[in-house]
C-alpha cells in the first residue's frame, strides 16, 4: 500500500470547516483513499473513501486532486465532539485486507 | 448501532494469569478479522489475522504462543493473552471487513492493565 504523509496534529474552531490535507504521492491506479478517525480511548471509526471522484456523505467530504497525488477531508462543520486522530490510509479497495495505519492527525477542535 | 462487539472494555490483571478477549460480528459472517494492539500515543499495530476453521497468521514479531487467537465460528474471534506481564499492557482492538471487504468495522477496543 501507497504511504501517506499527514501533519502531526491540526487546531480547528467549533464551528468552522475542518480541513485535513494528506500527501499520497506513489498512490497506484487501483488505490483508494480512506479516511477514518479515532476517538479517544474507541476504536476507529471509517469516515469515507474514494477513487478519484470527490466524494461526500453525512459526515464529511473528500476531495482528491485530479492527480491523486493528494487529498483532502473536509468537515463542513466542525464540533467539539470531531476532536480525534485522523488517519489517512490508501489500500486496494475491496482487497478485505488488514489496514496499515500511520500517525495520523491530532485533530483538536476548540471552543 | 454497532456492527462489531468486543469485550471486555477494559481488563486489570496479575502478572502471569491470562486474559481472554472476544470480539464478535453482528452484522456480517466474518472469515477474517484482524486484532491490532495500540500503546499510549502511538498508532494502532496489526498483530494478527484470525481466520475461521484455520490458524491465525501473526505478524513478525508477535509470538503466537503468547497470544493465542480462535476463530471458532463465523462471528466470533477471540484473543488470550497469555501469561500476561505488564510490557503486554495495551489497548487491543479487533476489525471485521464489512460486505465486499470494502471497509473495516472496529470494535471499541479493550484496554488491558498487567499489574
Known amino acids: 500500500d501507497a504511504k501517506t504523509t499527514q501533519p502531526t496534529s491540526m487546531d480547528c474552531a467549533e464551528g468552522r470547516a475542518a480541513n485535513l490535507p494528506c500527501n499520497h504521492s506513489?498512490?497506484?491506479?487501483?488505490?483508494?483513499v480512506y479516511w477514518y478517525r479515532q476517538i479517544h480511548s474507541q476504536g476507529p471509526q471509517y469516515i469515507i473513501h474514494g477513487l478519484k471522484n470527490n466524494e461526500t456523505n453525512e459526515m464529511a467530504s473528500l476531495i482528491i486532486t485530479e492527480d491523486r497525488k493528494s487529498s483532502t477531508l473536509i468537515l463542513p462543520h466542525a464540533t467539539l465532539r470531531d476532536t480525534a486522530v485522523y488517519y489517512c490510509i490508501v489500500r486496494v479497495g475491496n482487497a478485505g485486507n488488514m489496514l496499515t495505519f500511520g500517525g495520523g492527525t491530532r485533530l483538536m477542535v476548540k471552543p | 448501532g454497532a456492527v462489531v462487539s468486543q469485550h471486555p472494555s477494559w481488563v486489570i490483571c496479575k502478572s502471569g494469569t491470562s486474559v481472554k478477549i472476544e470480539c464478535r460480528s453482528l452484522?456480517?459472517?466474518?472469515?477474517?478479522m484482524f486484532w491490532y494492539r495500540q500503546f499510549p500515543k502511538q498508532s494502532l499495530m496489526l498483530m494478527a489475522t484470525s481466520n475461521e476453521g484455520s490458524k491465525a497468521t501473526y505478524e513478525q514479531g508477535v509470538e503466537k504462543d503468547k497470544f493465542l487467537i480462535n476463530h471458532a465460528s463465523l462471528t466470533l474471534s477471540t484473543l488470550t493473552v497469555t501469561s500476561a506481564h505488564p510490557e503486554d499492557s495495551s489497548f487491543y482492538i479487533c476489525?471485521?471487513?464489512?460486505?465486499?471487504?470494502?471497509?473495516?468495522?472496529f470494535g471499541s477496543g479493550t484496554q488491558l492493565s498487567v499489574l
Open positions: 506513489t498512490i497506484s491506479g487501483n488505490e483508494y
Open positions: 476489525s471485521v471487513p464489512g460486505l465486499a471487504n470494502e471497509k473495516l468495522f
Open positions: 452484522d456480517f459472517q466474518a472469515t477474517t
